[in-house]
């Protein structure tokens, strides 16, 4: 493999996005993640300096997207099939504008297992034009981030989970994602957030924000239930190198705290979870509070030249994601 993914900040020509469609799985969400995409859409669209391409999932989710979005510059709506809207990890990885990968998706580990998503990869790449590479591995993109340098970041909890591919070893693991993605270095951090679904998506935890600079949360409030695990991780990135021998410069963000859910706490609430556009960076937020503001002024200072765009997120994560989770970038 000789080429590399590409950063998320080198330029896009499109942005995809996963719209709430199906009733049976949001219920009485369904209408607020509508509320929470159809935003994130128009700040993509509009400062984000991004063409938006909005996949449906169903007839239902394709004439709602249409009510609220038909005639809306820079937002594409396009008419598909998928079990929910995570096309951060069931759509493709691309290698650059005429090529991506498709891997196996399993729901996550057997977990979900929803009619259409793993057809979702096909449908991202032909609308793309786009040669679609079929891997033998089963992987989520929002296991790994990348520098677009061929330095990869991972957890060892969602990438040797053997509920994904029995027998992966770290050598085994960076074999194939030599061979599939071009990778040149893998960085392991350990464990995801509590209570994740994805068993430890690295796009919850830690995130590249320029070649060598990384970011990650700290802890944020009285019980905030995962301030080890933030920990743990800022202290391995500062120890590691990325494939150009640089060492990580790691800058840290306050994480949202104790989130609550759908009557639920301790859920995988993270800012973490943000999208980097073409002009702007979108965060979620789970309120107006200070860990929100605090994380904002953050990413200004880790994104000069891009605007930051605080949006809420709070229906879509009784879905178990967020922003970056319903997106997938189509490089220029």
Not at 28 to 43: I, Y
Not at 44 to 67: C, K, N, Y
Not at 205 to 211: K, V
């Amino acid at each position: 493999m000789s080429r590399t993914v590409p950063a998320e900040w080198s330029p896009h020509r499109a942005m995809w996005l996963g719209f709430p469609s199906h009733e049976d799985l949001w219920e009485d969400n369904l209408a607020p993640a509508q509320d929470e995409v159809e935003a994130l859409a128009r700040a993509l669209a509009g400062p984000g300096g991004e063409r938006v391409r909005l996949m449906t999932g169903s007839d239902a989710g394709e004439a709602e997207a249409r009510r609220r979005l038909d005639g809306v510059g820079g937002v594409e709506i396009v008419p598909g099939r998928f079990g929910d809207v995570w096309l951060r990890d069931t759509g493709p990885i691309f290698l650059g504008p005429d090529a991506c990968v498709g891997f196996r998706f399993n729901g996550w580990g057997g977990k979900y297992d929803l009619p259409h998503d793993d057809e979702v990869a096909a449908q991202v790449a032909g609308a793309a034009s786009a040669t679609l590479l079929q891997s033998a591995a089963v992987l989520e993109g929002g296991a790994l981030d990348h520098d677009g340098e061929g330095t990869v970041l991972t957890t060892r909890q969602c990438l040797l989970n053997p509920n994904r591919n029995a027998g992966w070893t770290e050598a085994v693991a960076e074999g194939a994602l030599a061979r599939d993605l071009g990778a040149r270095k893998v960085l392991w951090l350990g464990d995801g957030l509590l209570n994740d679904h994805t068993d430890g998506h690295v796009d919850n935890l830690a995130r590249f924000a320029a070649p060598g600079l990384v970011v990650c949360p700290m802890a944020f409030g009285r019980g905030d239930p995962n301030a080890d695990v933030y920990d743990a991780a800022a202290g391995a990135l500062a120890g590691m190198t990325d494939a150009a021998g640089r060492r990580l410069r790691v800058a840290r963000i306050p994480s949202p705290g104790w989130i609550e859910a759908g009557g639920v706490g301790g859920v995988p609430a993270s800012h973490m979870n943000f999208i980097i556009a073409n002009q702007a960076v979108i965060l979620p937020v789970y309120g107006e509070g200070l860990a929100a503001s605090l994380a904002a002024q953050g990413l200004a200072e880790v994104f000069p030249g891009r605007e930051v765009i605080a949006l809420p997120s709070n229906a879509l994560l009784t879905g178990g994601g967020s922003f970056h989770c319903i997106s997938q970038q189509e490089p220029a």
